[in-house]
């Protein structure tokens, strides 16, 4: 069978490839068969735990805290994961995984190669580089970090920043290492976390659906709590609710968390300054008023005890928020406690034949301050009153 030139072409230039790809490799391990992978001869440490979760209640600022660390100490050396309930040891690690490919031909067909997962990536780097290494993990109970973690459990244990135990690499990995990251098999036969290389983490005990975490996995790390009211002054803004009245953002958290404390609700459930970011306040406050903060507190924090927190009949999620665009904070049954700000308003007299009114007494300010509710009533009687004299 003859093979026409464009054909005879397309297979001298894939072997061709393949020659110039295997030359490659072979020049690289003979390379590291001489010199050994790039290795450090002094790393840098900084002064922060290796191991370490932020913790606190939702919108403390845990994600910010660490984003915080990462700038001043990490710059861009570092990898992000959320986890969740479906996430695993081959997310986590690596494993094979199907890859498109074509033959010397162009055929294409599938091929399975080892992929790294976040941590496997940062080992190799943390052990190329002296440059410190960051794995931050968002929501670290939110998956089954038993099975995530597997053997990668007994390195968590560090002397100097250094695992204690090494763990034996599986045929896959030591493979992968040896022969795509061309370490020597020696170096990889067993393992240990470097002392650059930082795993740091978020957890929040309160929202549903996480997953317990045992001592002996919580031994293994430094835990940092962040306080109900710390940094809140980065989030500090008077905020208009539906009905028009002002309040000032921390003055109805500490009152909301202040009641719930009275019901002996947890701390973890309580509401932090970030709980509704500073876009949300300055921008998108009626919508995150309703779908974020509402929602969480009716849905999530007292579910069963509501009666307890709204005013009566509050027995869906629907009447609540109608009710909430028609009087504001007054959905709370602790209402009385809630300490609005003042507004300015204008004292002028109500002119019956449409003109507009003049200030009541030229020698008084033509502003004064009264409370939002006071304001309105009064407003309201001045208008009557004028009304009543008319008709008389």
């Not at 990462?70 to 890859?99: L, M, Q, W």
């Not at 990995?173 to 930082?198: G, T």
Request: aromatic letters at 10%; proline letters at 4%; one cysteine or more.
């Amino acid at each position: 069978m003859e093979l026409d030139d464009n054909t005879t072409e397309s297979i001298k230039n894939g072997v061709m490839k393949k020659i110039c790809e295997q030359l490659e490799i072979l020049k690289k391990m003979l390379e590291e068969q001489t010199n050994g992978p790039e290795k450090p001869e002094e790393v840098m440490i900084i002064d922060k735990p290796n191991n370490r979760i932020v913790f606190g209640a939702p919108g403390t600022g845990k994600s910010y805290r660490l984003e915080n660390d990462r700038k001043i100490f990490f710059g861009d050396n570092c990898e992000r994961v959320t986890f969740h309930p479906n996430y695993s040891y081959a997310s986590f690690v690596g494993t094979y995984k199907p890859k498109p490919k074509s033959d010397l031909t162009g055929q294409e067909y599938i091929s399975y190669e080892f992929v790294p997962g976040p941590f496997l990536r940062l080992w190799v780097k943390s052990k190329r580089s002296p440059e410190t290494q960051l794995l931050i993990i968002e929501e670290i109970n939110r998956a089954n970090v038993a099975a995530v973690f597997g053997d990668v459990f007994q390195m968590l244990d560090r002397k100097n920043g250094v695992s204690e135990y090494a763990i034996t690499t599986s045929e896959d990995m030591r493979k992968y290492l040896i022969e795509v990251e061309h370490f020597n098999k020696d170096d990889v036969e067993a393992i240990k976390i470097p002392s650059n290389m930082y795993i740091w983490a978020t957890m929040n005990s309160a929202d549903q659906g996480v997953f317990p975490i045992d001592t002996a996995f919580k031994r293994r790390w430094s835990f940092e709590y962040i306080g109900i009211d710390e940094s809140e002054s980065k989030n500090d803004t008077d905020i208009t609710l539906s009905d028009g009245r002002v309040i000032a953002w921390n003055d109805l958290r500490h009152t909301i968390n202040y009641e719930l404390g009275l019901m002996k609700i947890n701390e973890d459930k309580m509401v932090g300054p970030f709980f509704l970011s500073v876009e949300d306040l300055k921008d998108n406050l009626d919508n995150a008023f309703k779908s974020k903060l509402l929602m969480y507190l009716y849905v999530d924090v007292i579910k069963h005890r509501r009666d307890e927190f709204f005013i009566k009949d509050m027995d869906t999620y629907s009447k609540l928020l109608e009710t909430y665009k028609k009087c504001g904070a007054d959905i709370f049954k602790f209402k009385s406690k809630l300490n609005y700000k003042s507004i300015p308003i204008v004292r002028t007299s109500v002119s019956v034949d449409g003109l507009p009114g003049t200030p009541l007494n030229s020698k008084e300010s033509a502003f004064t301050y009264e409370p939002v509710s006071v304001a309105v009533d009064n407003v309201a009687e001045k208008i009557n009153n004028t009304i009543t004299k008319s008709e008389e």
